[in-house]
């Protein structure tokens, strides 16, 4: 048999360029964290501009550490690492450009869109429709240039790093797509397609699975290629590999709705959540075993080589985190935890630990081999790195889980009386303060170690070789003609008389099929696009089909025109970042919020706002609660009615004018999306005026400012004072902004 | 799996240098893992099928105990009048409730030590919409729409509202650090009868509320 040999070279240099801007974007990312950071402890220093509020830039430091820092180090460390493993080239150069330059502009356009307020207020996928769709296609150019890698590959069977990148930009794309399915009110504007309990169900399938494929997934294929090349060890267990992969991508779909426990989410769906989060315990841990054991003997090396010892942290990490997440989602423990700082917490284990280390670790590696020099620049540099960034997480998040513990069991707390302990929410607000300050050291000092690491990164890349040498390697191309060993059966060899049975079930937990499905990439690709979209459906569609989830409310009706464009003030200037509108069925609640919110109060909701944090208290019944006058003051200058609140002035929004040329585009939209608009459609405008024509002479009434009818701020009073308040509205009476807010009757309020 | 042992076999390949063992998986792992599967279905079955308590059904017998405490205190203080309201100025465990709810609800218009600030000054003797502690009850009950006043009787049970009345009413001439300038009529309030004959109500407390007048007001 003549086998043909082939000379091919690697492409670095685009790992290069992807190295390059995960570096930068990680510095801006972190910078703003600890600016957000900062707000917090000191609301002024959104220094009065409206780009600059925490609602506005929360969104771009998350969404900057994920898809401009973490994912550009998944693009540089997959080029490096499935070109090696795979032993051929990139499928293609200019895919890879494309790759790159596309996704650096993405993250251009979502760093100056996220300031000016354009974003679809779901979390970790703010980015308006035409980011989103730019996303999907710069994701496909990825796909096709590294299946196309591995179907010009030269290595026979795929490597376990390689599955996990597959289960990576397969989840990713579904993922993606589905839950920022949209209908576009104009370039900069849409509405979710789906509303209230489906959306929300939707966007934590799709958040808490983001962080499962692309902080988790992509990162276990990083590790499972850095940590043996840099430890020099061999990976401890393959059939440990094959057993948590698999499990891992299963089990890990089903466990979003554990974000929406106590939710109007069906309790159903929850407790699936909850119990499939505890099943992913173990095949978590499957990989921090497999990390962590294939250092076993190498421990000597862990202490010299800092390089190492960024990676042990990171796995900890990757344990504690993945311990962590199940408890939280068990019902009980999450009662306490919801809406609290203890997940701010959870997740910077996740992202600074896992996710911050095995990239900084895996940077460390890759420079002076990217570079060609002998070394990195400075060992020392990338000691003191590993030191104050370690430091600086465990300041990070000691005080923030103490933070939500604390303020869990302050909202909680009841005196003998049965009366809230702490009516007051600013002052479990106030408590917080100096771990808040803390979190701000922390956060700072880990800043400052991505700092070294830039500094030592390029004083490396200073050192490089005028023109960087292409080695050319050699490997025969793979033949189509290939025979599997042959399978290895212990009960044959031992002559036992046992039944077929026996034998098949031998040939399943000996997991030698596996062998094969590893040799032919598309049947593996296959099985992971079965697993991660079986998983999906066996919530979605109940979540969508059975209309017992969410019991129709006869008095809830659409919002008015007026009040959907306050709802999009609302989302512009990412109010859900801070405020909820989802209260729990429990006492301590419903004494300070008002009734517990019902699944049939969100069908008009397109995108739902329900949160997933309270830095200041839940708004969804805050329609009546205060006077128009109240919120006015409030809006202009927060501590003028609550004095220790951290909340930023929203005083631009008295000075600017209500536009509502957008209007009729935004009540078509949400009309096609099945919102029962009728008389809107034509005489929308005409409403809207009117409305906010009798909210201004309201606030008169009330001892305000006059000609408040053409500011924005009064659509946003006009959204405020709708909240919450449909479920006790009397059933006869029609017209909806009439009606004085009264009767409060909630028993027989849902069917 | 028929073998147990840590033996440390390598595979026969190897992927850009990177070779694999192929140990058997650590027991506590695989005990765990089975441990949590099979947990599942039981708890299923028992909090879905069984009888475990869903949400539901802890939020409402969580706010049975509330309501027969609050039954219990209504019995105890009365039906609301002026007498029994004057009554419940004089008692520190009231007072510190209806503060409690005066910090919950009232302070962000009232200001926290009620001088006042989008809502008018509870501290001086002039009053809007009369300054009896039945009408101070009345207003808080029915509130004033128009001036921006909730009707708190739609989220606060009885015993709440007569809590924080008797609070309001204990803030009269006490002095607050911003004071609003008095808005309203001059009131003098009247001494109370010894028979506790008052103006705007009935002393005594026969009336035997039951559990739904403990309930906000449907």
């Known amino acids: 048999m003549n086998v043909q040999v082939e000379r091919f070279s690697y492409d670095d240099r685009i790992v290069r ?13 972190m910078l703003v964290g600890v600016f957000v950071a900062l707000q917090l402890v000191l609301p002024e220093l959104n220094l009065g501009i409206e780009y600059f509020s925490f609602g506005r830039l929360r969104p771009l430091h998350t969404n900057a550490v994920i898809f401009a820092f973490t994912a550009n180090g998944i693009f540089a460390g997959v080029y490096y690492s499935s070109q090696r493993l795979l032993k051929t080239r990139t499928f293609s150069d200019a895919l890879s450009w494309l790759h790159f330059w596309g996704w ?49 590959r030269r290595e026979r069977h795929i490597y376990v790093a390689i599955w996990f990148y597959i289960a990576t930009i397969i989840t990713i794309a579904m993922l993606h797509i589905f839950n920022n399915l949209s209908v576009p009110a104009g370039w900069f504007k849409s509405y979710s ?17 983001a962080v499962g494929f692309l902080l988790t997934t992509p990162i276990l294929g990083l590790m499972y290629y850095y940590l043996p090349k840099a430890a020099q060890r061999p990976v401890y267990s393959y059939r440990l590999s094959i057993l948590h992969f698999w499990s891992l991508i299963f089990i890990y779909i089903w466990a979003g709705p554990h974000h929406l426990h106590y939710t109007s989410l069906p309790e159903w769906a929850s407790t699936l959540g909850m119990v499939f989060s505890v099943m992913l315990w173990m095949p978590s841990w499957g990989g921090m075993i497999n990390g962590l054991l294939t250092l076993r003997g190498a421990w000597g090396k862990v202490v010299e080589e800092p390089i190492l010892r960024f990676f042990v942290v990171a796995v900890t990490f990757y344990g504690l985190s993945t311990f962590e997440g199940p408890l939280l989602s068990v019902k009980s423990v999450n009662a306490l935890s919801h809406y609290t700082d203890w997940t701010i917490a959870h997740v910077h284990g996740g992202a600074l630990g896992w996710v911050g280390f095995m990239i900084f670790g895996m940077i460390y590696w890759l420079a002076p081999r990217l570079y060609q020099t002998k070394e990195i620049w400075s060992r020392k540099l990338v000691e003191t790195h590993f030191w104050i960034a370690s430091i600086g997480i465990v300041l990070y998040v000691a005080p923030i889980w103490a933070a939500g513990i604390t303020q869990g069991l302050m909202w909680r707390a009841f005196d003998e009386g049965g009366r809230l302990m702490y009516p007051d929410f600013v002052e479990t607000v106030m408590r917080l303060m100096p771990m808040y300050w803390a979190r701000v050291v922390g956060g700072s000092l880990y800043l400052a170690g991505a700092v070294l690491c830039a500094v030592n990164v390029l004083a490396t890349r200073a050192q490089r070789p005028a023109r960087y040498e292409e080695p050319v390697y050699e490997a025969p191309a793979l033949t189509p003609a290939y025979q599997d060993a042959p399978a290895v059966s212990y009960l044959r060899e031992s002559g036992a008389h046992v039944a077929r049975v026996a034998y098949l079930l031998e040939r399943v937990t000996s997991l030698q099929f596996h062998r094969r499905w590893e040799r032919l990439p598309v049947v593996f690709s296959a099985w992971v696009g079965i697993a ?17 989830n969410v019991p129709t409310i006869a008095t809830v009706t659409p919002y008015t025109p007026l009040e959907v464009l306050g709802r999009d003030i609302y989302i512009a200037e990412g109010c859900n970042n801070c405020h909820s509108q989802q209260v729990r069925p429990m006492r301590h609640e419903t004494e300070r919020y008002g009734e517990y919110s019902k699944a049939g109060e969100s069908v008009y909701d397109h995108p739902f706002l329900w949160g997933s944090r309270r830095i200041g208290p839940d708004l969804h019944r805050v329609g009546g609660k205060y006077s128009h006058l109240w919120h006015l003051r409030h809006l202009d200058d927060p501590r003028s009615t609550t004095p220790q609140s951290i909340m930023p002035s929203y005083a631009h929004l008295i000075d600017q004018r209500l536009e509502l040329d957008e209007l009729p585009r935004r009540l078509r939209a949400l009309a096609s999306l099945g919102v029962p608009y009728d008389r809107e459609l034509t005489e929308g405008v ?13 606030i008169v009434e009330q001892g305000g400012p006059e000609g408040l009818e053409n500011r924005r701020v009064t659509a946003l009073i006009a959204y405020l004072q709708r909240l919450g308040t449909d479920l006790f509205r009397e059933p006869e009476h029609p017209a909806p902004a009439e009606l004085p807010r009264q009767a409060r009757r909630t028993d027989d309020a849902t069917d | 799996m028929s073998q147990r042992e840590v033996r440390d076999e390598l595979r026969e390949h190897e992927f850009d240098g990177i070779k694999e063992y192929d140990n058997p998986l650590p027991r506590w792992w695989v005990w765990l893992f089975w441990a949590t599967i099979i947990a599942t279905p039981v708890y299923i079955v028992y909090y879905h099928f069984g009888p475990g308590k869903l949400v539901a059904d802890e939020y409402q017998e969580e706010l049975d105990a509330y309501y027969e405490q609050q039954r219990q205190q209504l019995l105890a203080l009365g039906e609301v009048s002026e007498v029994v309201l004057r009554k419940m100025m004089e008692n520190p465990a009231m007072l510190s409730a209806g503060e409690k709810i005066f910090i919950a609800k009232c ?28 009408d101070i009850h009345r207003t808080i009950h029915d509130g004033v729409p128009t001036k921006g006043m909730i009707a708190w009787g739609n989220q606060l049970s009885e015993v709440d509202i007569m809590a924080v009345t008797a609070y309001v009413g204990s803030l009269r001439g006490t002095t607050p650090a911003n004071p609003k300038p008095p808005q309203g ?19 005594g407390g026969e009336a035997v509320p039951d559990a739904a007048e403990a309930r906000p007001a449907a």
Not at chain 1, 17 to 29: I, K, N, Q
Not at chain 2, 107 to 127: E, K, M, S
Not at chain 2, 187 to 194: K, S, Y
């Open chain 1, 532 to 548: 991660v979209v079986s998983a999906s459906l066996f919530e979605i569609v109940p979540t969508f089909l059975i209309r017992s």
């Open chain 1, 104 to 152: 650096q502009a993405i993250i251009v356009a979502a760093a100056i869109s996220l300031p000016l307020g354009l974003n679809q207020s779901k979390e970790y996928a703010e980015l308006e429709w035409p980011i989103d769709i730019a996303i999907a296609l710069v994701w496909v150019v990825f796909a096709v240039n590294f299946f196309g890698m591995v179907l010009k």
């Open chain 2, 185 to 203: 009529e001059l009131f003098v309030r009247q001494p109370l009868p010894e028979d506790g004959d008052a103006p705007g109500g009935e002393a």
């Open chain 1, 193 to 209: 397609i789906y509303a209230g309990v489906q959306d929300a169900f939707m966007q934590w399938w799709y958040g808490h699975n």
């Open chain 1, 686 to 698: 005409e409403m809207a005026r009117a409305q906010a024509q009798r909210i201004a002479d309201e």
């Open chain 1, 17 to 29: 360029w992807f190295l390059g801007a995960t570096m930068l974007w990680g510095l801006v990312g």
């Open chain 2, 107 to 134: 302070v962000q218009c009232h200001a926290r030590d009620g001088g006042g600030n989008i809502g008018p000054n509870l501290t001086d003797d002039y009053w809007l919409h009369g300054g009896n502690l039945m």
